[in-house]
């Protein structure tokens, strides 16, 4: 599910954005590539394992990197579902590609747009009770100035889900809705 929210996200984000540089008399997608950084709990992930008594986190991160003229393609959230799943299969050895990440992300920065990912629906943050009762609504502050989409749990229990939110100015948030609302309906087909 993550991976194809992720996907879904991702793939309409950089079609909206890429709207408003071609309204702006840019063309910026020859050559360029795309980056989604996903963090990993990779408690369960290292060998040997944290022991079940860790408080504490250990974070790391995966960065999938794809060409922008396929995620601008018509099977641009395919690909982009694709890149996320290997990523995310990828993470096995943990710590392997560690001392890689701050490069990486340098080398993303300087090739394209990069979407980071902030939160995940493992945090369960609507089944946090500090005694005043369960959240009815979780958003983070930091999401407008970074830049990140930030992903939760859904709060409806029965039905599920995951909640996303990003920040876009208005022109990008209206064209990010539209594109993502057409995908849905593709989807559902």
């Known amino acids: 599910a993550f991976a194809v929210a992720s996907a879904l996200v991702w793939t309409n984000l950089i079609k909206s954005l890429h709207l408003e ?7 910026v ?7 989604y950084v996903i963090p990993a709990d990779l408690r369960g992930r290292l060998d040997p394992q944290l022991p079940a008594t860790y408080f504490g986190n250990c974070i790391g991160i995966k960065i999938v990197s794809v060409e922008r003229r396929h995620l601008l393609g018509d099977d641009g959230f395919a690909v982009a579902a694709k ?7 990828g993470l096995g050895g943990a710590l392997k590609e560690a001392e890689k990440w701050v490069t990486g992300f340098g080398e993303a920065f300087k090739s394209g747009k990069v979407v980071t990912v902030a939160g995940s629906p493992r945090l369960r943050v609507y089944e ?4 005043w009762g369960r959240p009815r609504k979780s958003e983070p502050v930091h999401i407008d100035s970074s830049g990140a989409v930030y992903f939760s749990d859904a709060r409806d229990e029965e039905r599920g889900g ?16 539209a594109l993502f609302e ?3 309906n593709q989807l559902r087909l």
């Open 182 to 184: 057409q995908q849905l």
């Open 83 to 89: 890149a996320i799943a290997a990523g995310i299969r």
């Open 128 to 131: 946090t009770d500090f005694g």
């Open 29 to 35: 997608s020859g050559g360029k590539i795309d980056s």
């Open 162 to 177: 995951l909640e996303f939110g990003l920040v876009l100015r208005k022109a990008e948030m209206d064209a990010f809705v």
């Open 21 to 27: 540089e071609e309204n702006a008399g840019d063309d």
